[in-house]
């Protein structure tokens, strides 16, 4: 089944820096790669999410790059702000008949120092 | 719209005794899911419902049951809770199964002592 790995595990930038998670899955089916952000003591939220017939989507600050060749997309966060703290989970998913669930990467702790 | 609502907030259980999570969402959404949450872990997928009276297995289904009796609700029993059992479980809903938008609750943190 598919298995998805996510580094770092913890990340801390200031203020106004750019911050990069990137995961990596094992299932070259995988073809719907969404990004979740959870808040402390709240549920995951999706921030963005790409499919693989595209190679890079943009949402303001945030945007997420696929590489189905080498199997590993990142998240890229510009111009961070302490709101951006939170943890972030990658997951991987394919689309077809029956149910094909998501596999989510352990999260990335971000800490955005002012 | 409320979304996704579980309840309870938190728990505090002793070993042996039978619990049920509950798990409501006003979406109309198909598809339903458990999760637990576990540092270093991430989210791992207990069981899942692609429609009202079917549900399925996840990865982690041992000592957990769920229904589905009608859209709107999926409720978690946990028949005699263990403290591997300790956790934050979280309730999510897609409108259907595979690659659409998982919407999560706030989630229920459970400890089992």
């Known amino acids: 089944g598919e298995n998805v790995e996510q580094h770092p595990s913890t990340l801390s930038v200031q203020e106004g820096d750019s911050a990069v998670i990137k995961c990596t899955y094992s299932d070259s089916a995988s073809n719907y790669f969404p990004w979740y952000k959870q808040e402390l003591g709240k549920g995951p939220q999706l921030i963005i999410d790409i499919r693989s017939n595209v190679g890079e989507k943009k949402d303001q600050r945030i945007a997420v790059t696929l590489n189905k060749t080498a199997k590993h997309f990142s998240l890229h966060i510009t111009e961070t702000q302490p709101e951006d703290s939170a943890v972030y989970f990658c997951?991987?998913?394919?689309?077809?008949?029956?149910?094909?669930?998501?596999?989510f990467g352990t999260g990335t702790r971000l800490l955005v120092s002012p | 719209i409320a979304g996704i609502t579980q309840a309870p907030t938190s728990q505090i259980l002793a070993a042996g005794r039978r619990m049920t999570l509950r798990c409501t969402q006003d979406m109309r959404h198909n598809a339903m899911y458990w999760y637990r949450q576990d540092l270093g872990l991430g989210l791992r997928l207990i069981h899942y419902?692609?429609?009202?009276?079917?549900?399925g297995k996840g990865e982690v289904p041992d000592g957990y049951s769920v229904s589905r009796a009608n859209t709107d609700d999926f409720p978690l029993t946990l028949a005699s809770a263990v403290p591997s059992q300790t956790s934050v479980y979280f309730c999510?809903?897609?409108?259907?199964?595979?690659?659409?938008?998982?919407?999560f609750g706030p989630g229920t943190r459970l400890t089992v002592l």
């Open positions: 999510a809903s897609s409108r259907q199964g595979n690659t659409d938008t998982q919407y």
């Open positions: 997951a991987a998913s394919k689309e077809g008949t029956g149910f094909q669930k998501l596999v």
């Open positions: 419902s692609n429609t009202a009276g079917t549900t």
